[in-house]
């Protein structure tokens, strides 16, 4: 059934006004970027590096840090998350967009997953931001429309990754795509910015895990890199021990929303 134009414009009075109300709670300013060079770390857990079209996976324990770094190259990683406990529950972009009104991704920000929970604490991030949170990663249809042979794609990864954990294609969540400077354009269409995005700085990301977590990782070519080529750098992974987090850590504190979704957390695991 069609709505009248009353009714749309009811609606939109009522987004608006939940909008206001939630951009009043919402941080006036989040930490900056994190410097660079990336700082080193002693005694990692564990260290991978993600061939070019490859992917890994790993199960975090809460508390512990995971850092994707562009280590020799540019390079896009698609990211993908469940937890460990319930792989159900999972990743949810959309929602995490939409509680935190914004499609930033950056460091103080969270990512929630589908129940309302916290599943990682953006800690550390050296882009500001240039992630994207609105196209997910490619495709073989994606890459078979640009490139000539055979190439990996996101999609056929994190299906081949799922059914390594037990799932299934229907439990794949829209994946992040670190290191994907993607926005929306004036003529309302996804565009790639490369200004928002050294490739030569080798950029990092650090999230925190704020549950027991399975998490995914895809080293593949976003579908709207400008890149003629097929490449992408191999990427580093590491792993580090958790620490304590003190009680006005950034992304525990920086909105509402977050508060709301820690204490969901809490709730979860009394």
Not at 100 to 113: A, D, E, H, P, Y
Not at 159 to 186: M, N
Not at 200 to 216: N, P
Not at 256 to 262: D, T, V, Y
Request: glycine residues 8%; hydrophobic residues 40%; charged residues 20%.
């Amino acid at each position: 059934m069609s709505r009248t134009p009353e009714q749309i414009a009811a609606d939109r009075a009522r987004y608006e006004e939940h909008q206001r109300k939630g951009l009043q709670s919402a941080p006036r300013a989040l930490p900056p970027p994190s410097a660079l060079p990336a700082p080193p770390i002693a005694d990692p857990l564990h260290v991978e590096v993600i061939p070019g079209g490859w992917y890994w996976w790993v199960r975090l324990q809460k508390g512990e840090m995971l850092r994707i770094q562009q280590s020799h190259g540019p390079a896009t990683v698609a990211l993908v998350a469940w937890s460990a406990a319930d792989p159900s529950e999972r990743l949810n972009l959309p929602d995490t967009v939409k509680v935190q009104w914004n499609t930033l991704i950056q460091k103080g920000r969270v990512l929630f997953s589908d129940m309302g929970r916290v599943l990682l604490s953006v800690t550390e991030d050296s882009t500001g931001g240039a992630h994207d949170v609105l196209m997910g990663g490619s495709t073989a249809l994606s890459n078979a429309a640009r490139y000539t042979g055979t190439t990996r794609n996101t999609r056929d990864n994190l299906v081949l990754l799922a059914g390594k954990l037990g799932l299934t294609r229907r439990d794949i969540p829209l994946a992040l795509s670190l290191f994907a400077p993607v926005r929306v354009g004036d003529d309302e269409t996804l565009g790639w910015q490369p200004a928002l995005l050294d490739p030569a700085s080798g950029h990092f990301v650090e999230l925190r895990a704020e549950m027991d977590l399975l998490v995914g990782l895809s080293n593949c070519p976003h579908p709207l890199d400008p890149n003629p080529d097929y490449a992408s750098a191999p990427v580093t992974i590491t792993r580090v021990a958790a620490k304590p987090v003190p009680p006005d850590d950034p992304c525990r504190t920086a909105s509402a929303e977050a508060i709301r979704g820690f204490e969901n957390n809490a709730l979860a695991e009394a």
